[in-house]
């Protein structure tokens, strides 16, 4: 009798509850675990690992750009100690000097044209070495070679190829287009679309090369559906592959613009450290070498260095905060509770 009035005792007492049902245990507050350190193994399997490149990063990135700052605080010849101190002298007189203003304007249009022109080349020609095609492999060694042929031998090349009696301007007398024979190298108002014309083959298979293992990232499912609902090809790389290879972009696009700016090599091949600057092409790399090296002033070489130096991380910062900020930020997160 006691143990049945206890059970109906406890029926009504469970019934009391929403649905009654069985009221389920109260939850236990999770409790945010400090995270541990690493301990002296882990310290040393750090140190063993990084330590090296810190080392190299410190003694050939940061200790250079440091001895280039203190050096261009002197009139200094590259032999002996640095005893003649000018102060900012350096400075003043290069951001005053016309060449150097010239030097720049040239850095800024070659960063902005290679956007524009090695940009779409790029996308459009990833675009169909993204479908299947007889010969694929090939077509993408084929653009992918000028990327790794050394600049001497591309410099080398076209010097001699655009000559004034080069081969293109032969080519074309025979032709019969002996009017459209140009000097090419020389001319101030064609020498710096030739060198535009000179950097996009030689540079445009790298972006292809990225702008194709973007492409190869994209879920096939994404282009199946689309196929399904009854989009085109070209609506479906117009709504679902750009728009996905965004983040590609952003880093070529990154690594355009510094190498822009330091663009040297090509330049001085071709058209030389004197011949730049008459014929238009001159950059902030040459004016460095011409007005630093070659006029016996490694302090006022120093100095331009450092300028570019400032001038590219500035840039760079920039465009991370701008530009690369939404991918950067997607890739960090909290660290979840252990």
């Known amino acids: 009798m006691d143990t049945r009035e206890m059970s109906d005792t406890d029926a009504s007492h469970l019934a009391q509850h929403d649905g009654g049902g069985i009221t389920p245990p109260p939850s236990v507050p999770r409790v945010r675990r400090k995270p541990r350190g690493l301990g002296w193994a882990g310290r040393l399997e750090v140190l063993l690992l990084a330590g090296p490149a810190v080392v190299f990063f410190l003694g050939f990135v940061i200790l250079p750009v440091a001895m280039a700052a203190y050096y261009g605080f002197f009139r200094w010849s590259g032999f002996g100690p640095a005893t003649e101190f000018v102060g900012l002298q350096n400075y003043i007189t290069i951001f005053s000097d016309p060449n150097f203003q010239s030097a720049l304007a040239h850095n800024g249009f070659i960063v902005l044209m290679s956007i524009v022109l090695q940009g779409p080349i790029a996308i459009l020609l990833a675009l169909l070495l993204n479908r ?95 196929a399904i609902d009854g989009a085109s090809y070209w609506q479906i790389q117009r709504r679902i592959a750009l728009p996905l290879l965004a983040p590609t972009l952003r880093i070529w696009a990154f690594l355009s613009i510094i190498g822009a700016l330091q663009l040297f090599d090509l330049v001085y091949i071709i058209w030389g450290q004197y011949v730049s600057s008459v014929a238009g092409t001159n950059t902030m790399a040459i004016y460095m070498v011409v007005t630093g090296r070659n006029a016996g002033n490694f302090g006022y070489g120093n100095a331009v260095a450092v300028v570019i130096f400032v001038i590219s991380l500035i840039v760079a910062l920039i465009y991370q905060r701008s530009v690369l900020r939404r991918d950067t930020a997607g890739a960090i997160t909290e660290r979840g509770v252990q």
């Open 132 to 226: 299947k095609m007889r010969g694929q492999s090939v077509i993408r060694v084929l653009i992918f070679v000028p990327y790794v042929i050394a600049e001497v031998v591309v410099g080398t090349g076209f010097s001699l190829l655009l000559s004034t009696n080069g081969a293109a301007n032969g080519m074309l007398d025979k032709l019969g287009l002996g009017g459209l024979a140009q000097d090419w190298l020389a001319d101030p108002s064609i020498a710096i679309w030739t060198l535009m014309a000179i950097l996009t083959w030689k540079y445009v298979g790298f972006a292809v090369i990225l702008f194709l293992a973007g492409l190869q990232g994209i879920p096939e499912e994404l282009y199946e559906a689309a």
